[in-house]
């Protein structure tokens, strides 16, 4: 089976991408891959090539991504905001052979590097290369096979329950693993993909599913002018950072369709999907259980470990691939999580965002949280700052949309919910430099900034 005929196999006057002018069918998709196809082999791209491709949220960059995975290349998306440093890096690191920018549908600039050597093992079947950070800021690039990719779009639609009559707004980057996932459920399912710069109905008729990280979902909330449209949506998921209660609270009393779920690059996506009982005691935030073909645990410390057919093949390092297993075949995801009465996840915390103060061990996440349940506050970060008597002390950075921020009526409502200890010494409102294009704040670059 071809790539064409996994993804583009769906009647072909069906709505397969949907613009603010243009509707295109899953037949023009097809025909216009088949062209991307074929400057691509006429451009010297071979079958198997290693190729970086500068993404962008368009149809040119999809129907490009979807001819280089027909040839059987593995494809590094590449982020426009990137250093320059950083995306020649990356590019050295899997030894790219070609820089592929989609101007537009027919023209396609592809430029060769000096990567001319022999072609690494791994680069034998279609993959995406994904940059994942985590919270350490040290970019690992992910290899994500085709057939683990398409796994995870077709175990997880029915989760979100969707249709070929229904239409998925891409709302997240395609370099991020949240965009791939979007991208190929609507794919798979043969349900439309929407680049529309709104949310109101499409031409084709309306949005039905919407995927956004807390902070986005904080502002869609905000805004009276979406309430209607969020009301019309079959599913918002809500996932990629950490969940405060109060958002979520607000969106059920609103009457939203809102799913939570907890994902990481490494398992493609979402790994886990709660549609009911979202809170559960004590204000934390439900992330439900596993999808099929998927499995999870908690090793002896708490940590969240997973395994499952959507896994990585491995991180791309100069002695090939790095596939970092423990207990056997259990990927460890970093993060710190509970099992919750009713059997579903709830993560406390990164295992190497938590640091010691005085003492005490503390987990960002939790005063985050915390901070989010104040109404003037949308989003959060805390980190470390060095401290002569305690080591360490809490100094928080937030999106707070122009609020006032005194830290002692910050610091009050705080101590009903957060341990004495665990109260930030400092609240700054974060400087743009450290938001990430969904609106999280990064917090390697919140560690970085304090230590300057």
Same mark, same amino acid.
Request: hydrophobic share 40%; glycine share 8%; charged share 20%.
């Given at each position: 089976?071809?790539?064409?005929?996994?993804?583009?196999?769906?009647?072909?006057?069906?709505?397969?991408?949907?613009?603010?002018?243009?509707?295109?069918?899953?037949?023009?998709?097809?025909?216009?891959?088949?062209?991307?196809?074929?400057?691509?082999?006429?451009?010297?791209?071979?079958?198997?090539?290693?190729?970086?491709?500068?993404?962008?949220?368009?149809?040119?960059?999809?129907?490009?991504?979807?001819?280089?995975?027909?040839?059987?290349?593995?494809?590094?998306?590449?982020?426009?905001?990137?250093?320059?440093?950083?995306? $020649?890096?990356?590019?050295?690191?899997?030894?790219?052979?070609?820089?592929?920018? $989609?101007?537009?549908?027919?023209?396609?600039?592809?430029? +060769?590097?000096?990567?001319?050597?022999?072609?690494?093992?791994? $680069?034998?079947?279609?993959?995406?290369?994904?940059?994942?950070?985590?919270?350490?800021?040290?970019?690992?690039?992910?290899?994500?096979?085709?057939?683990?990719?398409?796994?995870?779009?077709?175990? =997880?639609?029915?989760?979100?329950?969707?249709?070929?009559?229904?239409?998925?707004?891409?709302?997240?980057?395609?370099?991020?693993?949240?965009?791939?996932?979007?991208?190929?459920?609507?794919?798979?399912?043969?349900?439309?993909?929407?680049?529309?710069?709104?949310?109101?109905?499409?031409?084709?008729?309306?949005?039905?599913?919407?995927? *956004? #990280?807390?902070?986005?979902?904080?502002?869609?909330?905000?805004? !009276?002018?979406?309430?209607?449209?969020?009301?019309?949506?079959?599913?918002?998921?809500?996932?990629?950072?950490?969940?405060?209660?109060?958002?979520?609270?607000?969106?059920?009393?609103?009457?939203?369709?809102?799913?939570?779920?907890?994902?990481?690059?490494?398992?493609?996506?979402?790994?886990?999907?709660?549609?009911?009982?979202?809170?559960?005691?004590?204000?934390?935030?439900?992330?439900?259980? +596993?999808?099929?073909?998927?499995?999870?645990?908690? !090793?002896?410390?708490?940590?969240?470990?997973?395994?499952?057919?959507?896994?990585?093949?491995?991180?791309?390092?100069?002695?090939?691939?790095?596939?970092?297993?423990?207990?056997?075949?259990?990927?460890?995801?970093?993060?710190?999580?509970?099992?919750?009465?009713?059997?579903?996840?709830?993560? &406390? /915390?990164?295992?190497?965002?938590?640091?010691? =103060? /005085?003492?005490?061990?503390?987990?960002?996440?939790?005063?985050?949280?915390? &901070?989010?349940?104040?109404?003037?506050? =949308?989003?959060?970060? #805390? #980190?470390?700052?060095?401290?002569?008597?305690?080591?360490?002390?809490?100094?928080?950075? *937030?999106?707070?949309?122009?609020?006032? &921020?005194?830290?002692?009526?910050?610091?009050?409502?705080?101590?009903?919910?957060?341990?004495?200890? $665990?109260?930030?010494?400092?609240?700054?409102?974060?400087?743009?430099?450290?938001?990430?294009?969904?609106?999280?704040?990064?917090?390697?670059?919140?560690?970085?900034?304090?230590?300057?």
């Amino acid at each position: 089976m071809t790539v064409f005929h996994d993804l583009l196999k769906h009647p072909k006057s069906s709505p397969c991408i949907v613009e603010d002018t243009i509707t295109r069918s899953y037949g023009d998709v097809e025909e216009a891959a088949r062209t991307a196809l074929k400057i691509l082999r006429e451009r010297g791209v071979s079958a198997h090539s290693i190729v970086a491709l500068q993404t962008d949220r368009d149809t040119a960059s999809i129907v490009t991504l979807i001819a280089l995975l027909e040839m059987g290349c593995s494809v590094l998306l590449t982020n426009s905001r990137w250093p320059q440093t950083m995306h $020649a890096e990356a590019i050295q690191r899997v030894a790219a052979r070609h820089i592929v920018t $989609a101007a537009s549908l027919n023209k396609i600039d592809i430029n +060769p590097t000096s990567h001319a050597g022999q072609r690494p093992s791994w $680069a034998t079947h279609p993959a995406v290369i994904v940059a994942t950070s985590g919270s350490t800021g040290v970019p690992k690039l992910a290899l994500l096979q085709l057939s683990s990719l398409l796994t995870s779009a077709r175990t =997880s639609a029915p989760a979100c329950r969707l249709t070929p009559n229904d239409c998925w707004h891409l709302s997240l980057p395609l370099f991020h693993v949240g965009g791939l996932g979007i991208l190929f459920r609507t794919l798979v399912t043969g349900s439309s993909l929407s680049l529309t710069h709104s949310l109101e109905n499409t031409k084709r008729g309306p949005i039905t599913h919407l995927s *956004v #990280v807390p902070t986005q979902l904080y502002r869609l909330l905000r805004d !009276s002018s979406t309430h209607e449209t969020l009301r019309r949506q079959k599913v918002i998921l809500v996932g990629g950072a950490p969940i405060g209660p109060r958002v979520i609270t607000q969106a059920l009393e609103r009457g939203l369709p809102v799913m939570t779920t907890y994902g990481l690059t490494e398992m493609g996506s979402a790994v886990t999907l709660a549609s009911s009982r979202l809170i559960a005691e004590g204000h934390t935030i439900s992330l439900g259980v +596993p999808l099929p073909c998927r499995e999870m645990k908690l !090793s002896a410390n708490g940590e969240v470990l997973t395994r499952g057919e959507t896994l990585f093949a491995g991180y791309i390092t100069p002695d090939g691939l790095s596939l970092p297993l423990v207990d056997g075949d259990w990927f460890p995801t970093g993060d710190i999580g509970r099992f919750l009465p009713d059997g579903t996840l709830a993560i &406390l /915390g990164r295992r190497d965002a938590q640091f010691i =103060s /005085g003492g005490e061990n503390i987990h960002p996440e939790m005063i985050e949280n915390a &901070l989010t349940t104040l109404p003037e506050i =949308s989003a959060a970060c #805390v #980190v470390p700052i060095p401290d002569d008597e305690f080591g360490h002390r809490p100094f928080a950075f *937030v999106v707070s949309e122009g609020a006032s &921020l005194d830290l002692n009526e910050i610091r009050e409502p705080l101590r009903e919910l957060i341990p004495s200890f $665990a109260l930030p010494i400092g609240v700054q409102e974060a400087p743009k430099e450290l938001l990430t294009p969904t609106g999280k704040i990064s917090r390697a670059m919140a560690r970085a900034s304090v230590k300057r």
